[in-house]
Nanobody, 120 residues
Framework: QVQLVESGGGLVQTGGSLRLSCAAS????????VGWFRQAPGKEREFVAA????????YRADSLKGRFTIARDNAKNTVYLQMNNLKPEDTAVYYC?????????????WGQGTQVTVSS
């Protein structure tokens, strides 16, 4: 059974930082794209960042460059999202997702999400 479990969310003041973690079980990241998405109540889910596990290439939403960074830890089979200089508009549920090898770039596996709340 494949599970992606996010952690590290919480309440933080504007300008603060959080590091989200996504640990995988039943799945070893190899060639997959692993990404972070977020969704605020009443809004569409949006792409945040992704990393190609095989080559380490990273992708980020343009508006988040300079504040959000995605990284991986191969030994721990874990992906991180470092979020700096957080703003109230960053408040959302953050989801980790992974593609499936052989199925293209569609995100196939999803975590349950972790809440990030930024207060001013």
């Amino acid at each position: 059974q494949v599970q992606l479990v996010e952690s590290g969310g919480g309440l933080v003041q504007t300008g603060g930082s959080l590091r989200l973690s996504c640990a995988a079980s039943g799945l070893t990241f190899r060639r997959q794209l692993v990404g972070w998405f977020r969704q605020a109540p009443g809004k569409e889910r949006e792409f945040v960042a992704a990393i190609g596990w095989s080559d380490g290439r990273t992708y980020r939403a343009d508006s988040l460059k300079g504040r959000f960074t995605i990284a991986r830890d191969n030994a721990k089979n874990t992906v991180y999202l470092q979020m700096n200089n957080l703003k109230p508009e960053d408040t959302a549920v953050y989801y980790c997702a992974s593609t499936k090898v052989g199925s293209g770039d569609k995100y196939y596996y999803w975590g349950q999400g972790t809440q990030v709340t930024v207060s001013s």
